[in-house]
């Protein structure tokens, strides 16, 4: 062989990594692809609301949004963060297995919360004559829960086929019926819509995960489903609380915004937080590709070399999340405009703030996921308490003054704290510190 053709990178090793990359970008490609028609349909569905609806009556949405969200946030945390991360490191047999005790478990802590709230609303009517929503709500975050919990089992099993099905089937039937509402101009309650997604996401979820479930009964068993789910909560535990802190120190802020200066300020921040939600695709193919890979990375490469690559593809991402962002910030007026006309004239600040917030949120995740591949999830904890803690002190008082500006200052004030408590609380190995070498 000549000493040019030597040096020509044609080992199988190598032809074996271009492969490997290959196959990664390709379910990136997918992962972010969905995630960017999930964003798409969730930002058509809020301009369509807003329209409808107008702001004000839009924040008694947002209240429900932000219910919701927190409930789904707190499963998941409980349960699909931990499989992702567990699960990632295991063979494909056993990852099959916790995917299915991990929907047992999800289906039990969603009946039990939607007992609850049955419960609650009951004694409410009982005691105060009037009715009230609280069930709406709850299945509402059920519904969402089971919906992000699908996805994630889907990514994790390498079935993105099946994620993109379950997206257009529920846009699918939400944009049949907004449609024939719009045809017969006929009204509709925020209330309605409500319960027009919570019924969309239930029965998409029901349509593609039960004839798997159905499938793998015979293989279940409620000893090994025992051993998994206990995994799960051993690490998901933290994950939760700091679910419920995140929530306490984010879209909680929104329910106390709607209570003490109303719900045009609640719907005001959600516009911007559905506006900033283009980048959202970006967000949402961390959580379902990069704990899985950084966890593939571990086990066949080792830490040093997984924390390298994690660190490179974190700096990409945040790089074109701040090209998106800026670009948001710079048209801030014009894009206001369009979505609401003059109703949010003057709140392109507002806007702007909510970029720099949403920059945040990328570094928090990708420090967090570092900690979950090792099982130190206590570190997340804390830095969750103590930015609870300050957007819950800072905030409060800010939005008696300042309004919807209070909510999203504390909120930067409580993401900054964050981050440096996770980097504080680091290995000497520090993500943020590592050297190309891995040194």
């Not at 959580?287 to 974190?314: N, Y």
């Not at 710079?330 to 003057?346: M, Y």
Request: charged share 10%; proline share 3%.
């Amino acid at each position: 062989m000549s000493e040019a053709g030597a040096i020509l990178p044609t080992s199988p090793s190598f032809v074996a990594g271009v492969r490997e990359r290959l196959d990664y970008l390709l379910r990136a490609g997918l992962v972010v692809g969905n995630q960017g028609l999930n964003s798409a349909a969730n930002l058509a569905i809020s301009l369509y609301l807003i329209r409808m609806l107008g702001v004000a009556e839009f924040g008694i949405y947002a209240v429900y949004f932000a219910t919701a969200f927190g409930i789904s946030a707190v499963v998941n945390a409980l349960i699909a963060s931990p499989l992702v991360s567990i699960a990632s490191q295991k063979a494909a047999s056993v990852r099959a297995a916790m995917i299915v005790s991990a929907s047992v478990a999800i289906t039990a802590i969603s009946l039990a919360l939607l007992l609850l709230a049955l419960g609650l609303d009951l004694v409410l009517w009982l005691v105060a004559g009037s009715a009230h929503k609280t069930l709406l709500a709850v299945a509402f975050g059920t519904s969402m829960a089971a919906s992000e919990f699908l996805r994630r089992a889907c990514f994790l099993s390498g079935r993105a086929d099946k994620v993109w099905r379950f997206d257009l089937l529920r846009y699918g039937l939400l944009l049949v019926v907004f449609t024939l509402l719009a045809w017969f101009n006929a009204e509709a309650t925020t209330a309605q819509y409500v319960l027009l997604m919570t019924v969309s996401n239930g029965l998409a979820v029901a349509v593609l995960a039960l004839p798997d479930l159905t499938g793998h009964a015979s293989s279940w068993s409620y000893k090994r489903a025992r051993v998994h789910i206990a995994h799960f909560a051993r690490s998901g535990r933290w994950l939760s609380l700091s679910s419920m802190l995140q929530f306490a120190g984010d879209h909680a802020l929104l329910l106390i915004a709607a209570f003490m200066v109303g719900p045009f300020a609640a719907g005001t921040i959600r516009i911007c937080q559905a506006i900033v939600g283009v980048v959202n695709p970006i967000l949402s193919a961390l959580e379902h590709m990069l704990p899985k890979k950084l966890g593939e990375d571990i086990r066949q490469h080792g830490s040093e070399h997984a924390l390298v690559a994690h660190r490179r593809v974190s700096m990409l991402i945040m790089l074109a999340m701040a090209s998106i962002l800026s670009i948001v910030a710079l048209f801030a007026p014009f894009i206001l405009d369009k979505v609401s006309g003059e109703e949010l004239h003057g709140y392109e600040m507002l806007l702007r703030l909510y970029c720099a917030l949403w920059l945040l949120y990328p570094i928090v995740q990708m420090l967090s996921f570092i900690f979950r591949a090792r099982g130190r999830t206590v570190p997340v904890l804390v830095s969750q308490s103590i930015a609870a803690g300050l957007a819950l002190a800072t905030s409060i008082p800010l939005i008696g003054q300042f309004g919807a500006y209070g909510v999203v200052w504390g909120t930067i004030i409580a993401q900054i704290a964050a981050i440096v408590t996770l980097v504080l609380m680091s290995e000497r190995k520090s993500p943020l510190l590592l050297r190309e070498n891995g040194r």
